[in-house]
């Protein structure tokens, strides 16, 4: 499992005219933080920082994550129009375990 930790619910907004299409984009990022494993799977002693594309509501405002632990979805995952494996993150949060008495 990866474990993906958001620190804040800060969101950024990049938004222009594509080069190549010369369509208008509006992208907003949300700054989380990847807890990764090495090619061995070792767990990497700190968690690395990447961006999210966030998802829109209908009124055009981002969906950005609240603070806590997640974890990739299922969903996030497929497979590109070349045949390779893809991921467009979607996180789901993680539920703490319970602590069992003592």
Do not use: C
């Amino acid at each position: 499992m990866i474990k993906i930790s958001v620190k804040s619910t800060e969101v950024r907004n990049q938004s222009g005219k594509a080069k190549v299409s010369g369509k208008d984009y509006d992208l907003n990022f949300q700054t989380v933080w990847v807890h990764t494993y090495d090619r061995t799977g070792k767990p990497s002693p700190y968690p690395e920082k990447t961006e999210i594309i966030l998802e829109k509501n209908e009124q055009g405002a981002a969906l950005f994550y609240p603070e806590g632990d997640y974890t990739l979805a299922p969903e996030s995952f497929y497979v590109s129009r070349n045949g390779d494996l893809a991921l467009k993150p979607k996180l789901v949060k993680l539920t703490p375990k319970p602590q069992s008495a003592a």
